[in-house]
DNA sequence: GGGGCGGTTGAACAAGTGTTTAATCTGGTG
DNA sequence: CACCAGATTAAACACTTGTTCAACCGCCCC
């Protein structure tokens, strides 16, 4: 079953009927978050609950098909959009939010109700920051860090965060139409103090920075305390 | 009728109940969610649910005064504990997190639904922070912005969000208990990278910063670029 | 001691949930 | 045409939700 494509034979419309439900189940799951009830779900698809659970077998097992789905389509749709540095400025610039925007709008939900998308979604983050990080040091244009590991989690959870946070408290009951303008009032609202705090940092001298490490029972590499205090 | 305190002639219990459903309200929220049902709070204070909206009118209202309680206790007790320019770390340094740990972890849940408290604290977050900064720039220690109010919001927006995010991805399901040394983890965790962040910055060179500045529309206080860049 | 009166309960209610089940419709195949 | 298999539906189910209602209990006041 389900092995043919879409330009079959038939009119098309077969066999559309489950991933029309699993696309309806995505916009309204990032509409109004997962606890919307099924039937809202299939009266978005002009379905009924009982073929949504006939065809999924339940509501988690939904979630999860919508969970793989967005997953894989933003996968392959470019790998590195939410996975640079900053983790987000370069999504702003991509045109095609507009597009993709149910899919974005989706994650945040996901990262704001927590659970095994979204850790497992900010774990790659954390892994392509890592390269990102690593090739920057070695190009010379990204500084070395005490704790290169403890950097980069630190940063993906900052960027992600700010992010899943904005949205929930100024985002969360807007228009699908609105999302894409709000996502790019975000980023212009934040990059500037984003490329200032990443250029300039925040302090003006080592102080408080070197107390702590006094402070701190095990500083971490401490071999290298030097080449970076230099 | 509430005039009395805890060591008067009767047996103590008698209007103690309506603040007995609140605290317990506030330590069942903080531990599961806002979904969880009035029966459940209920039966953690001891009395019927019946008995809870018949006191507090209805579901939001018990929230309503939860936050309420939250906010006014947390402020009396420091008002800096979460307002400081990095907005975290000062609160893992007082001794009393494993008190006041069902409240943090109530505002903690505030932040991840959304809704009328978590809009005002980051507001007065915010607000604070810009205090802190400003005393810090004229007092020479902390570098001078091209937008003092957007920094000020995005460092807000970074710390609470990442808190957030690492809770709701790491500590959903812990147990109350767990949570000081849970928080004490995530502070030891991210403290370093964060001052690491803040004295050095991340970038080696301007040539980022710069370039979105010369392609950003309308660069906020071009008039002091020079004061900075130098 | 009688009378209220607030605190408190347990049962009931209406609405919503995810899920099940039996029936209906539809289209392809012998 | 008969027939079967899958898609689809409407209704029912069991359950939870927030809320309401009538009754009860215990205390204070007259």
Chains 1, 2 share one sequence.
């Not at 659970?53 to 939904?62: A, M, P, Q, R, T």
């Amino acid at each position: 079953m389900a092995s043919e494509g879409v330009g079959s034979g038939g009119n098309g419309g077969e066999f559309a009927t489950v991933s029309r439900i699993r696309d309806a189940a995505i916009a309204r799951f990032a509409r109004d978050g997962f606890q919307v009830g099924l039937r809202t779900v299939a009266a978005d698809a002009g379905v009924t609950a009982g073929l949504v659970i006939h065809h999924f077998g339940s509501k988690d097992e939904l979630r999860l098909a919508c969970d793989e789905h967005v997953l894989e389509t933003l996968r392959q749709e470019k790998t590195k959009t939410l996975t640079d540095g900053t983790g987000t400025m370069l999504l702003a610039q991509m045109a095609e939010v507009e597009r993709l925007a149910p899919m974005v709008r989706y994650l945040l939900r996901s990262m704001q109700a927590g659970g095994e998308l979204a850790l497992k979604l900010i774990e790659n983050m954390i892994a392509d920051a890592e390269q990102y990080l690593s090739a920057g040091e070695a190009a010379g244009v990204v500084r070395p860090s005490r704790d290169r590991a403890a950097r980069t989690r630190y940063l993906a959870y900052q960027a992600t965060g700010s992010m899943v946070l904005w949205f929930t408290l100024h985002g969360a009951d807007a228009e699908p139409a609105e999302f894409a303008a709000l996502f790019r009032r975000y980023i212009e609202d934040l990059a500037l103090p984003a490329l200032e705090l990443f250029t300039q940092g925040l302090l003006v001298d080592r102080s408080m920075h070197d107390e702590y490490l006094m402070y701190v029972p095990d500083p971490p590499c401490a071999g290298d305390a030097d080449s970076i205090a230099s």
